[in-house]
């Protein structure tokens, strides 16, 4: 079946310019988690949505960083007024409730 | 704070060689974990589970060992393969949310 699909596969933008990064989670996935993953480590926790309930961003590294979620279906993380450290590859998953997540292919964002 | 790392960045092996990727967890309340493989330009992949009830856990050409004692758990490979190359994850799920992860471990197989 269609795994954890995410858009676009690399994006270049300007330092300051707003980015959307988006993600099709596995259907029937209530889970839906962003991570972050600079150039030669391991992952980052950024936000967390389960279902209706309020999400968890208790990852999100500031203010610029925001993630939406349209009930189980699609989420965006948008990065407001980019800055170079926030070059890396952003990975979404997708799980059942407490069950193994799922990696998408992630979004490789450049800032320049 | 809770931190999952990995003992040595780069692994070089020959093919047919077995391999063992180390990895050590510091909390102590931690029950459940997994190894994942990354490679080139790819999200990471499962490849095996293991939970705290258990210290030995075997897939197909993979086996998970888990000491709780030393809060260390490893990835053993037999007959590793080129396609074996990869960047491996352990990562804790102990809470069922986020994902702990470790740096990883390269590992390169030598033809």
Redesign the interface.
């Known amino acids: 079946g269609a795994g954890v699909s995410q858009s676009p596969s690399n994006k270049v933008t300007e330092k300051g310019k707003d980015v959307e990064l988006r993600c099709d989670p596995i259907s029937g996935h209530t889970a839906l988690y962003w991570y972050r993953q600079r150039l030669g480590q391991g992952l980052e926790f950024l936000i967390y949505f389960q279902g209706n309930s309020a999400p968890d961003k208790s990852g999100l590294p500031s203010d610029r960083f925001s993630a939406e979620r349209t009930g189980e279906s699609v989420s965006t993380l948008t990065i407001q007024r980019t800055q170079q450290e926030d070059s890396a590859v952003y990975l979404c998953a997708s799980s059942r409730y407490q069950e193994t997540q799922y990696f998408g292919p992630g979004t490789r964002l450049l800032v320049l | 704070g809770e931190s999952v790392g990995l003992h040595l960045p780069t692994l070089s092996v020959q093919e047919g060689d077995n391999s063992i990727i180390n990895c050590a967890y510091s909390n102590s309340a931690s029950d459940y974990f997994?190894w994942?493989k990354q490679e080139s330009?790819?999200?990471?992949?499962?490849i095996i589970?293991i939970r705290s009830n258990m210290d030995k856990r075997q897939g197909q050409r993979v086996t998970v060992l888990l000491n709780k004692t030393v809060k260390h758990l490893s990835l053993q490979i037999a007959a590793t393969q080129p396609g074996d190359s990869a960047v491996y994850?352990c990562?804790d799920?102990t809470g069922?949310?986020?994902?702990?992860?470790?740096?990883?471990t390269r590992l390169q197989v030598q033809p």
């Open positions: 997994i994942y330009g790819k999200g990471p992949q499962f589970d994850f990562a799920d069922r949310r986020a994902l702990t992860f470790g740096s990883g």
